[in-house]
C-alpha cells in the first residue's frame, strides 16, 4: 500500500505540529537574515555578519552531547519548553542596545534549545500518526522547512524594509511562543520512550550514543544521512560566485537557490505519491548516489540555463529521504528513536556547515564548477560505501538492554 499525505495530515496533533515548525522555521530565517543585516551595520565586518550563519550550526553539535534530555523530560513538555525559552532569548536579542557578544550568544543558546528538543520532536511526530503515515509526515515537515526558508528570506527583506533589524528579530521571538502555545494547545502529551539512567546528564548521553552507534545498520543509516547533505550544499554555497562567474546578473543568485529546493519538493511528493513504502526504503542508496549525477556535469562549466535544470534534477534525488526515515526509524527502534533522532539533527547539521565551508576551500583551489563536481563525485561515494543496498529490515531491532547497560 501507498501512504499518503492525506494519512498524515488528518491528523489534528499532526496538523498543530507541523504549524508550529512553519511558524518558527519561518521567524527564525527572518532573523537570520536580519541579524546578519545587524552585525554588518554595527561592525562593517563581512567576516563577522557571515558567522552569524556558521553559529547557526555549531550548537547543533553541542546539543548532541545533551541527547539523554529526552529520556527524562516528557517530549512535548520538552519542545514546549524549548520554544518558550527560545522565544525569551530572541525577545532579549531584540533590544536595540544588545551588544554584539550578546547577539551571538543568543544565537548559539537558540541552536542549543533546537537541537536539544529535536528527539522530542520526532517523538510527539511518530506518536501523532499512524504508522504507515509516517514517510508522509517526515516529508510534510522537509517540505514546510523549504517553503518556510523561501518565504522567510523574502520575508526577511521585506520586513527589514519596514522594521529595524531588531523589530525584525522580535518577530522571531514571537513565532517562538506561537509555536509554543499551538504544541500546549494542540499536541498530545506522550511518554518518554527510553529509560533514564542514573548517570550524570552527559555521561548518559555519550553513553546513549555509543549504543546506537553499536548499532551497525543504524550507524550506516546515520552516517548515509550526514553525508548526502554535506555535499549536496555546495551549489547553494556556491551560488554567488558561480553566478558572478559565468557572468550573469546578482539577481540570478535567488533563483539558483530556489531551482535545488524545488527539485527536492518535487522528489517528496513524487515518492509519496507514487511508491510503496517498501519501494521507498529500496530506493534509498540509488536514489541517494542518483541526485549527485547532475552535479558531475558541472565539470564542464555549463552556463546558467542548462546549470539550473541540472540542480532541480538533482534535487528530485531527495526521493531518498522517505526511506532512509523508514529505515532509520525501523533500525532505532522505540526505545533508541528520541535518542538516534537528536544525534541525527546534531550530525545533520554540523556536517552540513562543515560542507558549506568546504565547498568553498574547494572553490579558492580549483573553481566554483569544480568544486561542485567533486561534491557530486564524493556525495557518490559516499551512497555506495553507506547506502543499504540489500533489501530492508522492518523488524525492531532489540537494544533495551544494552541502552540499560
Known amino acids: 500500500m501507498r501512504s499518503r499525505y492525506r494519512d498524515a495530515l488528518s491528523s489534528p496533533p499532526f496538523r498543530a505540529l507541523f504549524t508550529a515548525q512553519l511558524v518558527s522555521i519561518t521567524g527564525t530565517t527572518v532573523a537570520a537574515v536580519a541579524l546578519t543585516v545587524l552585525v554588518y551595520r554595527r561592525t562593517s565586518s563581512p567576516l563577522l555578519s557571515s558567522s552569524t550563519f556558521a553559529l547557526g550550526f555549531v550548537p547543533y553539535l553541542l546539543g548532541g552531547l545533551l541527547s539523554a534530555v529526552v529520556d527524562r523530560v516528557p517530549p512535548r513538555r520538552l519542545v514546549i519548553a524549548s520554544s518558550a525559552a527560545s522565544a525569551a532569548v530572541a525577545a532579549a536579542m531584540a533590544w536595540p542596545g544588545a551588544p554584539i ?55 526577511g527583506g521585506a520586513l527589514l524594509v519596514l522594521l529595524s533589524p531588531s523589530g525584525a528579530i522580535l518577530v522571531d521571538a514571537i513565532s517562538f511562543a506561537a509555536a509554543a502555545l499551538l504544541v500546549r494547545l494542540g499536541v498530545r502529551p506522550v511518554a518518554v520512550s527510553g529509560r533514564r539512567a542514573e548517570a550524570s546528564l552527559l555521561r548518559d548521553s555519550l553513553a546513549g550514543a555509543r549504543v546506537v552507534f553499536a548499532q551497525r545498520e543504524l550507524r550506516r543509516l546515520l552516517l548515509l544521512g550526514w553525508l548526502v547533505p554535506t555535499f549536496t550544499v555546495a551549489p547553494e554555497a556556491l551560488a554567488a560566485p558561480y553566478v558572478a562567474g559565468v557572468g550573469a546578473s546578482a539577481a540570478f543568485v535567488g533563483i539558483w537557490l530556489v531551482a535545488l529546493p524545488v527539485g527536492m519538493i518535487a522528489g517528496d511528493l513524487l515518492g509519496v505519491w507514487r511508491l510503496t513504502s517498501e519501494q521507498q526504503r529500496r530506493v534509498v542508496a540509488p536514489a541517494a548516489a542518483a541526485s549527485f549525477l547532475p552535479y558531475l556535469a558541472f565539470a564542464v562549466h555549463p552556463g546558467l540555463a542548462l546549470a539550473l535544470p541540472l540542480l532541480a534534477v538533482g534535487g528530485l534525488g531527495a526521493v531518498y529521504s522517505l526511506g532512509l526515515d523508514l529505515r532509520v526509524r525501523d533500525a532505532a527502534g522505540s526505545r533508541l528513536f528520541a535518542r538516534a533522532m537528536t544525534l541525527n539533527s546534531a550530525g545533520l547539521m554540523t556536517l552540513q556547515g562543515l560542507g558549506f565551508a568546504l565547498a568553498g576551500a574547494e572553490a579558492q583551489l580549483a573553481g566554483s564548477p569544480a568544486a561542485i563536481a567533486i561534491a557530486g563525485a564524493c556525495g557518490i561515494a559516499a551512497a555506495v560505501l553507506f547506502g543499504p543496498w540489500r533489501a530492508a529490515q522492518t523488524s525492531e531491532t532489540v537494544v533495551s538492554s544494552r541502552l540499560e547497560a
Open 101 to 155: 557578544p550578546l547577539l551571538l550568544a543568543g544565537l548559539v543558546a537558540i541552536g542549543m534549545l533546537t537541537s536539544v528538543s529535536s528527539g522530542a520532536t520526532a517523538a510527539l511526530l511518530r506518536a501523532s500518526v499512524p504508522e504507515d503515515a509516517y514517510a508522509p509526515a517526515r516529508s510534510v515537515l522537509r517540505i514546510v522547512a523549504q517553503v518556510a526558508q523561501i518565504g522567510g528570506n523574502a520575508a
